[in-house]
């Protein structure tokens, strides 16, 4: 019996869907239009563009693209404006994906 490495458990269908879940569920419920316009699009074509993520992965060609920075004004402070990293669903699906798979491994003292 082999074990899965921790990209193999990255990139794993039903690990990007869960993801996606969560950015899902984040993003519709934004307050920016432009991200929850986003993840409607991204939506229209979820499993093609699940299964587009994960070969991208698997051929080490997924790029993190499409991320800008942008200052938000803080809404209870006067200070200066926080910043704010805007990326399409794919990135974030990715990065989610990441993070979930690390904090499984944590819980469970890889």
Not at 3 to 12: D, E, G, I, Q, R
Request: with cysteine; glycine share 6%; net charge positive.
């Amino acid at each position: 019996m082999s074990k899965k490495t921790l990209f193999s458990k990255v990139h794993a269908i039903e690990s990007l869907r869960i993801a996606w879940e969560q950015i899902y569920q984040n993003g519709i419920s934004s307050p920016s239009k432009e991200t929850k316009s986003s993840v409607k699009k991204f939506k229209l074509n979820e499993h093609k563009n699940l299964y587009k993520i994960r070969l991208e992965l698997r051929k080490g060609i997924f790029s993190f693209d499409g991320i800008k920075g942008i200052g938000a004004k803080k809404i209870k402070s006067k200070g200066a404006p926080r910043p704010i990293v805007l990326s399409p669903p794919s990135v974030r699906i990715v990065q989610r994906s990441i993070l979930n798979v690390l904090q499984l491994c944590y819980s469970r003292g890889y």
